[in-house]
């Protein structure tokens, strides 16, 4: 299989006017991968940070993430939105499990839970992913920074992160042990 088809998502995909109505009545699930550079150790050297434009026409900071397609399992999942974000030379190194690090709620109200996302009630499995290849995302994201686990929790690099990212981020280098 060639990356195109790994990547190809019309099989499960739903129209816009299906993803609305079903948006409206079921929560979604979502895979959420927070990309790092590690020394020989496993310690984190680098965070993974995309720029993007939003919806709304902001520009925030946010780790890769998308949802499950149905009959998908977590690994493709995790697989097509890190090839898809960072390149098909990125080459993340997925978990040996599927138990994730942490599990986001995102809900339309910001102050439901710290986590939001005004279109829906979504579930997000969150995983630390080491990425050991060249990393070209694609046009769609501005820009792509590697900064050290310290710049990545500086209150100027969280005020760039949106949706509940920062807390994320902040989670992950917890689960590392390596809170800055």
């Not at 979502?30 to 496993?42: F, I, K, M, S, T």
């Not at 630390?128 to 501005?142: F, I």
């Amino acid at each position: 299989m060639s990356v195109n088809d790994a990547l190809e998502t019309s099989p499960g995909w739903l129209s816009e006017e299906g993803l609305e109505q079903v948006r409206g009545q079921v929560p979604m699930v979502y895979v959420e991968a927070v990309p790092v550079r590690v020394d020989h150790l496993g310690r984190i050297d680098r965070v993974g940070l995309l720029l993007r434009a939003q919806a709304d026409g902001s520009v925030s900071r946010a780790v890769v993430s998308g949802r499950v397609l149905y009959n998908e399992p977590l690994r493709d999942a995790l697989w097509r939105h890190l090839s898809k974000d960072l390149g098909p030379d990125s080459s993340p190194q997925l978990p040996a499990g599927v138990a994730p690090f942490t599990v986001a709620e995102y809900f339309p109200e910001p102050r439901e839970s710290g986590f939001h996302d005004p279109r829906q009630h979504a579930v997000a499995l969150g995983y630390l992913v080491p990425c050991d290849g060249d990393c070209a995302p694609p046009e769609n994201v501005l820009d792509l920074a590697w900064l050290t686990p310290a710049e990545a929790m500086s209150p100027s690099i969280s005020q760039e992160m949106s949706s509940g990212h920062g807390r994320l981020v902040r989670r992950a280098l917890a689960f590392a042990g390596q809170l800055p």
